[in-house]
């Protein structure tokens, strides 16, 4: 199983950015797929979620309204539209596979796309 | 919203048994995972469904959940063990993770 996340970048507060995720080594369009964020020196945070088809999605309070989650399974990537950024969502964002074990069970983690929102 | 407590920091001697909590409103009704993460690398699922290792995880790890505490055990505890471990679990559609807890091997 291979995710590798891109697309991280500076970007200034109320800009915009799109992280991708590209799987590898797994049938993608069978695994729901979530972003993990954490910022320096803190603890982890899950942002969002995305069914195996792209028909169900969820965020945290936090992102909702502001980020977007979306999947393109015959390009076997996983996106991460990011509107209206604030400081407080500079962090690494994590592209992560959820298992399919019951619950929610995170079985394997790329290594992150680093997102810095500064003026 | 849903809420898993974990202690800061958590010490231990080299060989003994660390214990590390993770406490929730009737946890005891869901699932648990732990995850290990160190230095500069992304987390590693060391425990799911409150109790299980996926292939490649150390005997040594194990994990129980009973109550409003699941409860993630390390027997035999080495210098490479340690790391921040952060609890997992799942409420109204959201994913919730621990505070993390930061494992010192003395």
């Known amino acids: 199983v291979q995710l590798v996340e891109s697309g991280g970048g500076l970007v200034q507060p109320g800009g915009s950015l799109r992280l991708s995720c590209a799987a590898s080594?797994?049938?993608?369009?069978?695994?729901?797929m979530h972003w993990v964020r954490q910022a320096p020196g803190k603890g982890l945070v899950w942002v969002s979620r995305?069914?195996?088809?792209?028909?169900?999605?969820s965020y945290a309070d936090s992102v909702k309204g502001r980020f977007t989650i979306s999947r393109d399974n015959a390009k076997n990537t996983l996106y991460l539209q990011m509107n209206s950024l604030r400081a407080e969502d500079t962090a690494l964002y994590y592209c992560?596979?959820?298992?399919?074990?019951?619950?929610?069970?995170?079985?394997?983690w790329g290594q992150g796309t680093l997102v810095t929102v500064s003026s | 919203s849903y809420e898993l407590t974990q202690p800061p920091s958590v010490s231990v001697s080299a060989g003994q048994t660390a214990i590390i909590t993770c406490s929730g409103d009737k946890l005891r009704n869901k699932y648990a995972c732990w995850y290990q993460q160190k230095p500069g690398q992304s987390p590693v699922l060391v425990i799911y469904q409150n109790s299980k290792r996926p292939s490649g995880i150390p005997e040594r790890f194990s994990g129980s959940n009973s109550g409003n505490t699941a409860t993630l055990t390390i027997s035999g505890t080495q210098a490479k063990d340690e790391a921040d471990y952060y609890c997992?679990?799942?409420?109204?559609?959201?994913?919730?993770f621990g505070g993390g807890t930061k494992l010192t091997v003395l």
């Open positions: 080594e797994f049938t993608f369009s069978s695994y729901w």
């Open positions: 992560v596979r959820d298992s399919g074990i019951t619950d929610t069970t995170l079985d394997y």
């Open positions: 995305i069914k195996t088809d792209g028909s169900s999605v």
């Open positions: 997992q679990t799942w409420d109204s559609s959201n994913v919730v």
